[in-house]
């Protein structure tokens, strides 16, 4: 499934590394995107989306703390799973009980 | 010009005022009160158009600095020992973030005992944090210092906060004649403030005070010591140019009073230099060869002229109106470190003096004297540490 959360922006990222101190900034200012730091790889449940149950209230797409869900172009919801942290919220708070939280193995 | 009778800490708001501060955040500590209280003075009676933040403590106060001074205004605050060493973190976040906040520290001892006299621990217990530090001899160098200290700290190479440093109720509660030059001419020494970076520029967004890994944190320390290093000239420059303009030099980092032939000199920092240097007169009288270096600028350290200084006189006695447990004077310690790896060895004494605001005379200047010619004349060091005022 083709990631639209972040499109072309997470194909352009790339780490920023300085080689020599007169690279760096002369004081610690956020730079560039931390779109290179793919926080999915923290999780040990994946929420899985039921598309049958799901009536697309989008509450789990408010509520997502990352925010890793993202609306697709039919409506439903989806999980970007290159920075989803399994942090359970989308399940908890699915009114029709559409997300489930599988163990990911790895 | 004009001569005003103020008290020290009058003689910090009107530099305040005259070096036009945008924002001051502070909270009121015995001796530094009166420096805010005359702030929200002239901005109650329409002087001033400082806006005023009056914050719940001086973790705060020094937060709230820090925030404005990040949007680019020029900010001003003061404090004293426990608030001081209340403000510690935020001491380190204010270098970290490269702002150039100036602020007055009332030296005063800290607790317990609870004291509110003169000490300079205070301010040396801060020397780690990246922020300059100037300690004024009279009410006179605190203004200057307050108007050299923007200048220097907004300096496009430095980018640090300073503090400017006075004795409690010696400075700040004395009245003393201090020259205040006219606002024109101090708007030309001292033009707005061009800031590094600001979080207003809203086309531009950024976030200040990234999270770095020790992949990179090790190189944004590198440059607060190279802007320390930097700024020793500029304090240098800019303290000659305070004087081609107003008549009073602060080229040196360390003033020499009668020290060209002099024997013994007299190491030290602050108000007591003042006492030090009348003694001076009167040991010259009586014709001994003594003279005073009064060290003005703690941060950065002056290790050169320190070292001219050294090179040419046999006994330095260091005044330390201070001390760290565990070890010995600050500013004594301080010294001798930097000359270790030097050819210059006169012989060092550190005495401990007027801690907790004992009083500290001529008297007491001319004992040290003797103590130490005698060292001198021996060549050998009896102690390196000498609780001068201790009642024994």
């Given amino acids: 499934m083709k990631n639209t959360l972040f499109g072309e922006k997470l194909e352009e990222a790339k780490p920023i590394v300085f080689k020599k101190v007169e690279e760096y900034p002369e004081l610690p200012i956020s730079l560039g995107t931390t779109l290179v730091n793919k926080t999915g790889d923290w999780r040990t449940f994946m929420p899985v989306i039921n598309e049958e149950k799901c009536v697309k209230c989008y509450i789990c797409w408010k509520f997502c703390p990352e925010p890793s869900i993202y609306i ?15 942090c359970g919220i989308c399940a908890n708070e699915c009114p029709t009980k559409a997300i489930e939280m599988i163990r990911e193995e790895k | 010009m ?12 009107y530099a305040a005022k005259h070096a036009r501060v945008e924002v001051v955040a502070a909270y009121p500590i015995t001796p530094q009160t009166s420096i805010i209280e005359k702030i929200a003075e002239f901005i109650a009676n329409g002087e001033s158009d400082i806006q005023y933040v009056p914050v719940e403590s001086e973790h705060s106060a020094m937060a709230a600095c820090i925030g404005a001074s990040a949007t680019g205004a020029r900010a001003f605050t003061a404090t004293s020992a426990q608030g001081l060493a209340l403000m510690h973190e935020m001491l380190h976040w204010a270098s970290g973030a490269r702002l150039p906040i100036v ?11 609870w004291s509110v006299w003169d000490d300079q621990t205070d301010s040396l217990a801060q020397r780690d944090t990246g922020w300059m530090q100037f300690y004024a001899e009279n009410n006179q160098e605190v203004y200057d210092g307050v108007l050299m200290a923007f200048k220097v700290a907004e300096h496009k190479d430095v980018q640090l906060p300073a503090m400017i440093i006075e004795s409690a109720f010696i400075l700040s509660h004395t009245y003393a004649i201090v020259d205040m030059p006219p606002q024109e001419e101090i708007d030309e020494f001292l033009p707005p403030r061009k800031p590094l970076y600001t979080l207003t520029d809203f086309d531009n967004p950024i976030a200040v005070g990234a999270l770095a890994t020790p992949a990179d944190y090790y190189e944004f320390r590198y440059k607060i010591a190279k802007a320390m290093e930097k700024a020793k000239e500029v304090i240098k420059e800019v303290g000659k140019e305070f004087g081609e303009r107003f008549g009073r030099d602060y080229s040196q980092m360390i003033e020499l009073y009668k020290t060209e032939d002099a024997d013994i000199v007299f190491m030290g920092m602050g108000s007591l230099m003042g006492t030090v240097k009348e003694a001076v007169d009167v040991l010259r009288r009586e014709g001994y060869k003594v003279g005073a270096a009064k060290v003005r600028w703690f941060r950065p350290f002056p290790s050169e002229e320190l070292y001219e200084l050294a090179k040419n006189v046999q006994g330095i006695a260091v005044l330390d109106r201070n001390f760290s447990f565990g070890q010995e004077g600050i500013l004594f310690n301080e010294a001798k470190g930097v000359l270790y790896n030097t050819d210059a060895k006169p012989i060092m004494k550190d005495y401990i003096v007027g801690i907790g605001g004992r009083d500290f005379t001529v008297e007491d200047v001319k004992k040290i004297a003797n103590d130490m010619l005698k060292i001198v004349e021996s060549g050998k060091l009896d102690e390196e540490v000498d609780w001068f005022h201790l009642k024994r």
């Fill in chain 1, 72 to 86: 697709k172009p039919d409506g439903y919801p989806a999980v970007d799973y290159d920075f989803c942290k399994g």
């Fill in chain 2, 2 to 13: 004009v001569k005003k009778v103020v008290s020290g800490n009058y003689a910090a708001a």
């Fill in chain 2, 103 to 113: 602020m007055v520290d009332v030296n005063r001892a800290m607790a317990p005992p």
